[in-house]
Each structure stands twice: as structure tokens, then as C-alpha cells.
């Protein structure tokens, strides 16, 4: 279940393996770690999703730390 | 940041008025936040993320018992709630072909100018970098905007597979753009 995490994170599990991830969340404390520390990484691989874009680029919030 | 929910003690007149309340405290914590997070993830379509994180704090508001987490562990669940509600909006528009299929790491422009085309170029550096187990797994979910269970099966590997080198390899990512000073 732990490995979980990451495709959570990425939102690619299907709608009933993430409420069963969200059951485990609540009570894992290391996988509540983890997806603290993971939450940001589809953000960065959004980079390559898009085209560059003229406007303004807000810097980031991390809140992580 | 104040605690999300410390402050509505208070007695509210009826039901829909608590509610009106706790989407607005919900709105002033973590609006702007998300906006400017999720502007990227939607390639800078403003109305579309501001829709998304609409959308994200009313389903914050229906899960209320987590907004008793800790601040951090709040935001790191709500980017998943977003991240969700971007990747169905992608699907719906993937009627539109050139937006179904990224373009392969290799293939990437090297666009001129602004910093997030640094980015892009730093993120398929790091893409690069990986195993190519882990690299597979990445392409072949997020990127393309699918589940595992589909990854799966066009890999042609087992679920638990699928999810196992997707953990390792976001993970490896992650420390390769940490190191490289990319911020999320």
C-alpha cells in the first residue's frame, strides 16, 4: 500500500484505489511524509506538458517545509 | 499560516451561512496558492484553473474532517484533488489530438527565452537520467494522462509493477530536481 503514494500523488489511480489510499493516508504517518514531499513533482513534470508561455510565471509556494 | 478551521467556533444563524464562511476561510488560505500552482499544470489558461481550484475547495469543503491536518499536509492533498480534476479536463479536451500525445523526452523544442523553458529542459534532463524501467512507467501514466490499470496494460506488465517503479522512479525525480534546485 505504501508504494501507493506516488501514483496518488500523481492522480493516476483509478477512483476506487484512491479511496482506498485515502483510508491508509489517514492513519500512515510515513505516507502522509511522503506525500508531503511528493505533492510538488507533477507540477514539475507539468514543464514539459506545455509550451512555454509569454506571460508572467508566479514563483512557487512551497509550503512543504 | 493560521489553523485552517481554529476560528469557526463561532454560531452561525443557519447551515448555508457556516458553509458560505468555511469556503471563504478555505478560498483566503489556499486560493491564491493553488491558482498560481495549478496555472501551470493548466499551460497558463487562467479560467481553466480558476475553475479547477473552484472545484478543488468545494471538495475540500465536503471532506472537512482532513482540513483538520496540519497546514502542510492540507496543501499536499489538495494538490492531488486539483491534479485530478486538471487530468479529467485534460481527457474531455483530448478530442483535440495534438493535445493527447505529449512529445517524446527526446523530442522536445528548445524554446527560446523564458525561464520555464529552462525548466522543461532541466525536467527532461532528469526524465532522461532514469532507469529506463522508470522512465517507461512515467511516460506511459502521467504523462499521457493515464490510470495504472491502462499503463498496465499497454506495458504489459502487472499493476503492482506499474505502481512500484512509478514510486521509485518519482521518487529518483524528485531528488534529481531537488539537487538541481527546480521548485514545483
Not at chain 2, 10 to 18: H, L, V
Not at chain 2, 42 to 55: H, I, P, R, S, Y
Not at chain 2, 67 to 92: F, K, Y
Amino acid at each position: 500500500m505504501h508504494e501507493e503514494v506516488a501514483a496518488y500523488a500523481l492522480g493516476v489511480l483509478d477512483e476506487e484505489e484512491i479511496e482506498a489510499f485515502e483510508r491508509h493516508l489517514e492513519t500512515c504517518a510515513s505516507c502522509q511524509q511522503e506525500l508531503k514531499e511528493l505533492a510538488e513533482v507533477p507540477g514539475q513534470l507539468d514543464e514539459l506538458k506545455h509550451q512555454p508561455s509569454a506571460s508572467e510565471d508566479d514563483p512557487p509556494m512551497s509550503m512543504s517545509r | 499560516m493560521c489553523p485552517v478551521l481554529s476560528h469557526l467556533d463561532g454560531r452561525f444563524e443557519s447551515a448555508d451561512a457556516e458553509a458560505e464562511h468555511r469556503i471563504a476561510v478555505l478560498y483566503q488560505e489556499f486560493g491564491g496558492p493553488l491558482l498560481r500552482h495549478i496555472r501551470k499544470s493548466t499551460g497558463n489558461d487562467l479560467q481553466w484553473a480558476e475553475d479547477v481550484v473552484q472545484e478543488t475547495i468545494v471538495r475540500a469543503w465536503r471532506n472537512s474532517a482532513r482540513l483538520q491536518w496540519e497546514p502542510s499536509l492540507i496543501w499536499a492533498w489538495l494538490l492531488t484533488v486539483a491534479r485530478r480534476i486538471v487530468i479529467d479536463g485534460r481527457r474531455r479536451k483530448s478530442v483535440r489530438p495534438h493535445e493527447v500525445e505529449p512529445p517524446e523526452v527526446d523530442m522536445l523544442a528548445v524554446p527560446d527565452g523564458a525561464d520555464r523553458a529552462l525548466s522543461a529542459i532541466v525536467v527532461a534532463d532528469a526524465l532522461r537520467s532514469l532507469s529506463e524501467e522508470h522512465r517507461e512507467v512515467i511516460e506511459q501514466t502521467y504523462l499521457r494522462d493515464r490510470t495504472i490499470s491502462e499503463a498496465a496494460e499497454i506495458l504489459g506488465i502487472p499493476p503492482g509493477t506499474v505502481k512500484s517503479r512509478l514510486y521509485y522512479g518519482i521518487r529518483a525525480l524528485r531528488e534529481l530536481l531537488r539537487d538541481k534546485g527546480v521548485a514545483g
